[in-house]
């Protein structure tokens, strides 16, 4: 689609168009309000309630820190938000999913300091389904196919990068540690690892460069989080797969979710998750997050080849 001979490392997360018209602030609110009530009637009023009572700091300002993040240090206080909204499809998903963080936070606060926060593992399920169920009203509601392939791509790219390039970084810390048991590593060696552990992810379909060598050395979570990168593995696989369970079960599956997000870190993931019927070691569980995966790259090629047909 991109038109080019070869793909580099460089080039994977290339954007395919442009973004469409911006969306307002308050369209933007209705968007996600009106999703989070789809799902529940309790959601809907959590969500409403960080609007009303301006939760959310989503203005863009000068000198305002970048990035966006859900704060919730204790029980006894209120979520709130920082965000900067400049109304693309991606910022709107933002907003989705640290209002989903918000909600999280919110439904546990029954709980208390010690098991209030979600272990890592089961820290992003509110968050990302949200986003989830924002994307795919926004996808439907597309009426451009070049837009609406943008947007699949980008979630697509996203997941991928989360489920498949995250168990890379895993790989490779396990390979350095591994390595390190026979003596200290030169940058060579750990070069080496690198290139290793992302040739087995990229295969043949991507060039990578001798400068990618170096990639290792600006993850900031080998120094300060050693072993953290495994649970982004889990946690979006995870919700992939819930989200492809409340899509086969509708309704019925909300009560059993809410109360999952209710526990807060109270108990395992495992013993967390068994109350919905899951089993953690049933790999027929998370084949649903792949079926799920699946579904958005088949929509995408089914558009790729109307919009990008190949020569004869």
């Avoid at 400049?86 to 029954?110: F, I, Q």
């Avoid at 899951?278 to 790999?283: V, Y």
């Amino acid at each position: 689609m991109l038109g080019l001979p070869e793909m580099m490392v460089y080039d994977q997360y290339a954007p395919l168009e442009l973004h469409s018209q911006a969306m307002p602030w308050g369209d933007a609110r209705d968007l996600v309000l009106e999703s989070y009530r789809a799902i529940d009637t309790q959601f809907g009023a959590l969500a409403t309630e960080f609007f009303d009572r301006r939760w959310i700091d989503a203005e863009p300002r000068d000198g305002k820190r970048g990035g966006a993040y859900c704060s919730y240090p204790t029980p006894k206080l209120h979520a709130w938000i920082l965000c900067s909204y400049t109304g693309t499809p991606r910022d709107v998903m933002t907003v989705a999913h640290e209002l989903g963080h918000g909600l999280h936070a919110m439904l546990s606060r029954k709980q208390t300091l010690f098991n209030y926060h979600s272990t890592l593992p089961l820290a992003e399920t509110a968050s990302v389904f949200g986003e989830m169920v924002v994307f795919d009203r926004l996808v439907q509601r597309e009426t451009d196919p070049r837009i609406r392939l943008n947007m699949l791509a980008g979630k697509i790219e996203d997941s991928f990068a989360t489920v498949y390039r995250q168990n890379v970084l895993t790989r490779f810390e396990q390979s350095v540690f591994s390595a390190r048991e026979d003596g200290r590593l030169t940058s060579r060696q750990l070069g080496d690892l690198w290139i290793a552990a992302n040739r087995a992810y990229y295969g043949d379909s991507v060039t990578l460069t001798d400068g990618y060598r170096w990639g290792w050395s600006y993850i900031p979570h080998f120094i300060h989080t050693p072993f953290y990168c495994y649970a982004y593995v889990f946690g979006q696989l995870l919700v992939l797969a819930l989200y492809r369970m409340y899509k086969e079960e509708g309704q019925s599956f909300v009560p059993r979710f809410t109360e999952l997000l209710a526990r807060g870190g109270s108990d395992t993931p495992e013993a967390l998750l068994r109350p919905l019927g899951i089993d953690i070691t049933d790999a027929s569980f998370w084949q649903k997050g792949l079926v799920e995966l699946e579904g958005l790259v088949s929509q995408a090629q089914v558009l790729a080849a109307s919009l990008y047909p190949r020569p004869e």
